[in-house]
C-alpha cells in the first residue's frame, strides 16, 4: 500500500494523482494521508483506496473503497454535468471530495489545475488557478470546466471577487450543508452551483440538487417514494458508488452495509417527486419538551435574516425541557452585529413554538471540521463551558 502525506503542496497532490492513475488501473492501493494522520492497519489490497472519516460519529474509520466505486461515481457525475472536463482542485486531498476531482480528471483524460493549499484558503491563488483553467482552452479533448468548494470557501469568493467562478459550466458544493441565502447569492452573481450530498462511503457527492445520479437508489427509513406522499426518516443509499466497507471493522460493516444499501446517519425527506431533502445527522436532532427539532431547519431560517452570515444551532441540557434549542451565530458584519433579541423575534415568526432558539449567542468564527462542517460537539462543549 502506497501511503502519501498531504501538506496541503502541489508537490505531495501530485504524488497523489500519480498513485491513484496506477490504482484505477489496478496497481497497489493508496492511503492518502492528512497532517497527524496514523496509518490504516493493513493493506486492502490491488485497485483499492483507504480514506479516513473524520470521526464525527465516534472512533475514526477507514472507507476502503474500490477502483470501480470511485470511477462508477466519476462517470455519474461528468454525465449529470454535461460530460467530462478539466478540474481545479481547491480542496483538501486526503478527503474524499479531492480525491474525486483528482480521478475525475484522470478518467477525463486531463491535467487538472491545482491549488496550494498550506495555509489559509487563499481567493487570490484560487482566482489565478481558474484563470488557467478556464483561459487556456485545450486544443482537444474536454472544453468544459468543473471545481468543487465547500460553503465556507464559496462565500468567501462571493465576498472578495466572485468572477473567476463564473467561468465553471458547474461548481460542486458540498461538504457541509449550504444555506440557502449562499446559493442565492452564487446564482444572482452567475455561478452554477450544483449541491451535492454524499459522504467517504459513497465516493463523495451521489445526490445533486436533491437528485441522485445515475445508477443511484435512495430510500428513506427502508420505503421508497411511492410519487404521491412525501416520507421523512434515516436515508440510505445504493448502487455502484458504494464503499466495500470498513477497514478491520467487520461489526461497523454489517451495522451500515446491509443487502446493497448503505445506512446514512442522516435524516431526509423524500418529496412526491423522489426528491431528497436532508434534514441533518440523527445524533443532531434535538428534542426539547418531547419534540423533536431538526437543527438544519432552524439554521437555515436564520441564515436567511439579515446580518447572519452562518448559524449552527444545538442541543443544551435543560432541566425542565430536556433539551434547550440554542443557536450560535456569526454577523455579517463583526462591527454591526445583529441584536439578538431582534433575531429571536423574527425567528418566532418563522419557526413553530419548539424551534424557536430559547437563546441566540454572537460568536466571531465557527469551530470546523472535516472540510467545512460546523462542528458541533466542540460548540456544545463551548456554549457549557461559558454557563459553568
Not at 103 to 109: E, F, K, S, Y
Not at 168 to 186: I, K, N, S, T
Not at 189 to 206: D, N, P
Not at 337 to 353: E, S, V
Request: proline share 8%.
Amino acid at each position: 500500500m502506497r501511503v502519501i502525506r498531504l501538506d496541503g503542496s502541489v508537490a505531495a497532490v501530485w504524488e497523489l494523482d500519480a498513485a491513484l492513475h496506477a490504482m484505477l488501473a489496478g496497481g497497489e492501493a493508496v492511503a492518502p494521508l492528512g497532517p497527524g494522520q496514523p496509518i490504516p492497519p493493513r493493506d486492502p489490497g490491488p485497485g483499492q483506496i483507504v480514506l479516513g472519516t473524520s470521526g464525527s460519529t465516534g472512533q475514526p474509520k477507514w472507507v476502503q473503497l474500490s477502483a470501480a466505486a470511485l470511477s462508477a461515481a466519476a462517470v455519474a457525475t461528468h454525465a449529470r454535468l454535461g460530460g467530462s472536463g478539466r478540474w481545479l482542485l481547491a480542496l483538501p486531498a486526503q478527503h474524499v471530495a479531492g480525491v474525486q476531482v483528482l480521478v475525475r480528471a484522470a478518467l477525463a483524460g486531463t491535467r487538472p489545475e491545482l491549488v496550494d493549499l498550506r495555509g489559509r484558503f487563499d481567493p487570490a491563488a484560487f482566482g489565478a488557478a481558474a484563470q488557467r483553467l478556464t483561459t487556456k482552452g485545450p486544443a482537444s479533448g474536454p472544453r468544459r470546466c468543473y471545481t468543487a468548494l465547500v460553503p465556507t470557501q464559496l462565500a468567501r469568493l462571493l465576498d472578495t471577487d466572485p468572477h473567476p467562478l463564473t467561468g465553471f459550466d458547474a461548481v460542486l458544493l458540498g461538504g457541509a450543508a449550504a444555506p440557502e441565502e449562499l446559493l442565492r447569492r452564487a446564482r444572482e452573481a452567475g455561478v452554477a452551483v450544483v449541491s451535492s450530498y454524499g459522504m467517504t462511503e459513497t465516493a463523495g457527492g451521489c445526490v445533486y440538487d436533491g437528485w441522485p445520479l445515475e445508477g443511484v437508489q435512495v430510500r428513506v427509513n427502508g420505503t421508497r417514494v411511492n410519487g404521491t406522499s412525501a416520507e421523512t426518516g434515516s436515508v440510505e443509499l445504493a448502487g455502484p458508488m458504494l464503499a466495500t466497507g470498513y477497514l478491520e471493522a467487520p461489526q461497523e460493516t454489517a451495522m451500515a452495509f446491509r443487502d446493497g444499501w448503505f445506512r446514512t446517519c442522516d435524516l431526509g425527506r423524500l418529496d412526491g417527486h423522489g426528491r431528497l431533502h436532508v434534514l441533518g445527522r440523527a445524533d443532531d436532532m434535538i428534542v426539547t419538551g418531547g419534540l423533536n427539532v431538526a437543527p438544519a431547519e432552524v439554521e437555515a431560517v436564520l441564515l436567511g435574516l439579515p446580518g447572519v452570515a452562518a448559524a449552527c444551532v444545538v442541543g443544551l441540557p435543560d432541566p425542565d425541557w430536556g433539551q434547550r434549542v440554542t443557536a450560535v451565530v456569526i454577523p455579517s458584519d463583526p462591527g454591526r452585529p445583529p441584536d439578538p433579541g431582534a433575531l429571536r423575534a423574527a425567528a418566532h415568526r418563522l419557526l413553530t413554538g419548539a424551534q424557536v432558539p430559547k437563546e441566540i449567542i454572537l460568536f466571531d468564527a465557527l469551530p470546523l471540521r472535516g472540510i467545512g462542517k460546523p462542528d458541533r460537539r466542540a460548540i456544545q462543549a463551548m456554549l457549557a463551558a461559558r454557563t459553568r
